[in-house]
């Protein structure tokens, strides 16, 4: 009995000393999650700074496997764990293994939602949402800065980040999906919202206008096709009981931007040129070249060879070489023009040929999960469709995982969009003391990465 006394009495004492330890290290958490959301669309030293504390506080606090167990009943967090896992698993057959390093690093970016989920405390969403967008806000008008000749260029990746692609930090495609969801998400929130004091709707249209535009000035194709797109689906998310007006505003929409497009954006212009020609070439000649020819020869070539890896793959990162060799052998004059293939251009081709029809499903299962996510909230519920749609359409163009721009913006929008969140943090309202604090934390992480 005093044994039992004695265990008992311990243990209370731990869980009282513990308790407010566990409730700090929660609270910092949110705040890194604050600066995360901030500083994903372009601050990456931030971004990098705020994960790895993240991770320091998450092994301090301990319980690990009863934290991320409650988690993972979330279905769309358990999705994005089973598609990291294939990458994994399939690490068995691999031959190409620095390719496949650097798969599995950018697929476990996969798995931060989760670690985000064991954080966060419901009170501190719409301050992570608010400083995603304000994130995202900034880093338009740098691009503007630098299209303008405001602001000097940012040269990055090959050329973009000059006044002729002022994309700012990102690769251009992922800069793209970036706008696209966001926007679209943003316009869905400010249409939805009918108690929005008049100049806060208004300056909220201006800054969803003034994105917009941008990507179209952006020099990807994808991010303007995704936009008109997903502005289609705001319309009739919005007036889902009369579609055929919806299809009318859809339409208006989509002929009044690509006229505004093509009168201001020189990019936008010379991309539908040049598309036209290239699928006119392709038709006529099928002679591949151009964004589009690559695209269009590895689908070619990629489905040819369905039967050496619809079973079982042909493991994590060994897919690029099997490519790159089809297109030696076949398309000499496609493969000499000097331009490397990096990946395949598309995450259901990326996923079939890695991981087998295993691998296809597992993919398709994070877009299914995003489309039913339960969700009361009706924003949230349609925001997650919005990104199920997003994702859905860009991975036929382009690759998810590999490049981190279009998956780290999927894992801040999954992260503040859940349905549960168990943790319990310190929390007051936002105010000039804590603005000051995130702001000298912003600079401290800066500083440490330029001496470093």
């Not at 997903?230 to 208006?252: Q, T, Y």
Request: with cysteine; charged share 15%.
């Amino acid at each position: 009995m005093t044994n039992k006394r004695n265990i008992l009495g311990t243990s209370r004492s731990r869980m009282v000393f513990l308790w407010p330890f566990e409730t700090k290290l929660t609270t910092y958490g949110n705040h890194l999650i604050v600066l995360f959301c901030f500083s994903v669309s372009f601050l990456v030293d931030v971004r990098r700074s705020a994960l790895f504390l993240l991770l320091v506080l998450f092994l301090i606090r301990g319980e690990w496997i009863n934290r991320l167990t409650t988690t993972l009943r979330d279905p769309v967090l358990l999705s994005l764990v089973l598609y990291f896992l294939v990458h994994i698993i399939w690490l068995t057959g691999t031959q190409d293994w620095s390719y496949a390093k650097k798969v599995t690093h950018d697929a476990a970016f996969l798995l931060f939602p989760v670690l985000f989920a064991t954080f966060i405390d419901k009170r501190y969403l719409p301050r992570m949402i608010g400083a995603y967008f304000l994130g995202m806000s900034i880093s338009v008008l740098w691009a503007y800065g630098i299209w303008f000749e405001i602001l000097p260029p940012h040269v990055h990746d090959g050329g973009h980040g000059t006044p002729s692609d002022p994309t700012p930090v990102w690769n251009p495609i992922h800069w793209g999906f970036m706008l696209s969801i966001s926007i679209s998400i943003g316009l869905l929130y400010v249409l939805h919202q009918k108690r929005m004091e008049y100049r806060t709707r208004l300056i909220m249209y201006l800054l969803l206008a003034a994105s917009a535009m941008m990507a179209f000035i952006n020099w990807s194709r994808t991010g303007w096709i995704l936009l008109l797109s997903l502005l289609c689906a705001v319309i009739f998310f919005r007036l889902r009981a009369s579609r055929g007006r919806a299809l009318l505003l859809s339409c208006i929409a989509v002929i009044l931007g690509i006229t505004l497009a093509w009168n201001v954006s020189p990019n936008f212009r010379g991309k539908v040129i040049q598309t036209f020609d290239t699928v006119s070439t392709l038709i006529e000649s099928n002679h591949f070249k151009g964004g589009i020819g690559w695209r269009a020869a590895i689908w070619q070539y990629g489905l040819k060879n369905i039967d050496k890896y619809w079973m079982m793959g042909l493991g994590t990162g060994d897919h690029r070489n099997f490519m790159r060799n089809e297109l030696a052998r076949h398309e000499p004059d496609l493969v000499s023009s000097g331009i490397p293939l990096q990946h395949l251009h598309s995450e259901y081709l990326t996923a079939f040929m890695q991981f087998g029809v295993i691998g296809l499903l597992l993919f398709l299962n994070i877009i299914f999960q995003l489309w039913r996510y339960p969700h009361p909230d009706w924003i949230k519920r349609q925001s997650f469709r919005l990104l199920a749609l997003g994702i859905g359409m860009y991975s036929l163009f382009d690759v998810f995982i590999i490049g981190l721009g279009s998956l780290l913006v999927s894992v801040t929008l999954i992260s503040v969009g859940l349905k549960h969140y168990s943790a319990t943090a310190q929390f007051s309202p936002l105010d000039g003391k804590q603005i000051l604090g995130y702001g000298v934390t912003v600079g401290i992480f800066g500083a440490i990465s330029a001496l470093g």
